[in-house]
């Protein structure tokens, strides 16, 4: 027999919100592309926690003007959203510290930080206020959208994948982002010379990363040896990549170069 679960009188008074109604007014979509686009198996699995008053504050005052919903719609502008600047494109950000480390140590490079996680998004945007970093936008939805129809072929000066999920157990590998189609769909978007740079504390998905990677035509390794690179100093330590090394797990770097096209 099922539990009824009584609301709070919070709860009961809050107005009802549409599926694709954002969760703060102004803020992120809670399912920006809609269903205009195919069900396929997905990479990520949205995270399910608390945001904090200050993380909602940040999404209600600065979505506007430094976030945006990845709705598949229109290709984006990146030399108009950065001012210029060059533009790598990070996956998976989670609170955004490492993140708001690297704008802040390369104010001359843009980084367009891409995640579903609504508390990381506020967080992000709280700490470019805070720090005062004009060369950070926070993008809201499915990465592989956003690389297939919102960026223009060359768009990206790099990219950066850090501790994706490892869906550990063998039958959701599938869901694994680095695979073969993501990366013909990351060279399309990546100018000749640009790096892919992924890291991960799994070592199982670390020697499927560098198979894969080092399988792609599009693709070489930025190492000499072929294999893993040494974590580079513009890469900061992160929370996650701290604990995961209490476990005694090796962390692996992989910098992959865009190999520019063959003349046909």
């Known amino acids: 027999m099922s539990k009824l679960r009584h609301h709070t009188p919070e709860e009961a008074s809050a107005p009802s919100r549409d599926r694709g109604e954002p969760r703060f007014p102004g803020g992120p979509a809670a399912d920006p592309a809609g269903s205009h686009h195919e069900r396929r198996i997905r990479s990520f699995q949205p995270r399910r926690s608390r945001v904090t008053t200050g993380q909602e504050d940040a999404l209600r005052r600065l979505w506007g003007a430094w976030g945006l919903d990845i709705d598949g719609r229109r290709v984006l502008d990146l030399a108009e959203m950065f001012d210029g600047l060059p533009v790598v494109l990070e996956i998976g950000f989670g609170m ?46 499915d990465a592989i959208i956003l690389l297939r129809e919102q960026l223009a072929p060359g768009a990206l000066d790099g990219m950066r994948v850090y501790f994706p999920d490892p869906w550990p157990k063998k039958r959701h590998h599938k869901r694994r982002l680095i695979q073969p ?84």
């Not at 891409?114 to 709280?126: A, S, W, Y």
């Not at 040896?225 to 209490?246: H, I, K, V, Y």
Request: with cysteine.
């Open 181 to 264: 189609e993501f990366l013909t769909l990351a060279a399309r978007c990546l100018k000749p010379g640009a790096v892919l740079h992924c890291a991960t504390d799994w070592e199982p998905y670390a020697e499927q990363m560098l198979e894969v990677l080092s399988a792609h035509p599009d693709f070489e390794n930025a190492c000499a040896d072929g294999g893993f690179a040494p974590r580079p100093e513009f890469r900061p330590r992160t929370r996650f990549e701290g604990q995961g090394l209490d476990k005694g797990h090796v962390v692996r770097d992989l910098l992959f170069r865009r190999v520019a096209p063959t003349a046909t």
């Open 96 to 141: 955004g510290e490492a993140t708001a480390q690297m704008a802040a140590a390369d104010p001359r490079t843009g980084i367009l930080a891409v995640d579903v996680h609504t508390p990381g998004q506020g967080n992000l945007l709280g700490l470019a206020e805070r720090k005062g970093l004009t060369n950070v936008r926070v993008a809201n939805g």
